[in-house]
């Protein structure tokens, strides 16, 4: 009987490691390194989290609105003079805003008429300006002159203002 032939073999592989799997197998790796980077990427991760909450805090305080008090004296000082408005005393909860101004248009020499026409005006603007941006349910506006009440206007509800001068000026 003939023999059949075999196909050459395959060429042989060296023996040692298997084939595809990395250098070294079978020995325990060092987990140090591992571990440093993990760390490093961890810290660096929480460094940039803790950054950007920072920043947003920061540009939320930047955008945030002004506290009521700061804007009514803000709306008044535009239309008296800066530095003039000396207290702001705002109740929310009861609807009622108390403002003391330092006065800047009456003038010694003015006559009475005129010097009732200036508070008035002041005064009316003042809580006109005021009542463009809040609603109150009374606001009062005490002009005052070298400590001495002059004038006091009051608003309440939809109502105009009302001027109730000092005793010398009557």
Same mark, same amino acid.
């Given at each position: 009987?003939?023999? /059949?032939?075999?196909? %050459? +073999? &395959? =060429?042989?592989?060296?023996?040692?490691?298997?084939?595809?799997?990395?250098? $070294?197998? #079978?020995?325990?790796?060092?987990?140090?390194?591992?571990?440093?980077?993990?760390?490093?990427?961890?810290?660096?991760?929480?460094?940039?989290?803790?950054?950007?909450?920072?920043?947003?805090?920061?540009?939320? /305080?930047?955008?945030? %609105? +002004? &506290? =009521?008090?700061?804007?009514?004296?803000?709306?008044?000082?535009?239309?008296? $003079?800066? #530095?003039?408005?000396?207290?702001?005393?705002?109740?929310?909860?009861?609807g009622t805003?108390?403002?003391?101004?330092?006065?800047?248009?009456?003038?010694?020499?003015?006559?009475?008429?005129?010097?009732?026409?200036?508070?008035?005006?002041?005064?009316?603007?003042?809580?006109?300006?005021?009542?463009?941006?809040?609603?109150?349910?009374?606001?009062?506006?005490?002009?005052?002159?070298?400590?001495?009440?002059?004038?006091?206007?009051?608003?309440?509800?939809?109502s105009a203002?009302?001027?109730?001068?000092?005793?010398?000026?009557?």
């Amino acid at each position: 009987m003939a023999r /059949a032939e075999r196909p %050459p +073999a &395959a =060429p042989q592989r060296p023996r040692g490691r298997p084939k595809g799997l990395a250098r $070294g197998w #079978g020995h325990r790796r060092n987990w140090v390194p591992v571990a440093a980077y993990v760390g490093f990427v961890v810290l660096v991760g929480a460094g940039l989290f803790a950054w950007d909450r920072a920043y947003e805090a920061r540009q939320q /305080a930047l955008f945030a %609105p +002004a &506290a =009521p008090d700061v804007v009514v004296r803000n709306l008044i000082e535009s239309v008296v $003079g800066r #530095g003039t408005v000396t207290d702001v005393k705002l109740d929310q909860r009861a609807g009622t805003l108390n403002v003391t101004v330092k006065d800047v248009l009456v003038k010694p020499g003015q006559s009475l008429d005129e010097k009732k026409k200036n508070l008035s005006t002041e005064g009316t603007l003042a809580i006109q300006f005021v009542e463009s941006r809040f609603r109150f349910k009374v606001m009062t506006v005490h002009l005052v002159q070298d400590g001495t009440v002059l004038a006091t206007v009051t608003a309440s509800g939809q109502s105009a203002p009302k001027t109730e001068y000092a005793p010398d000026l009557k």
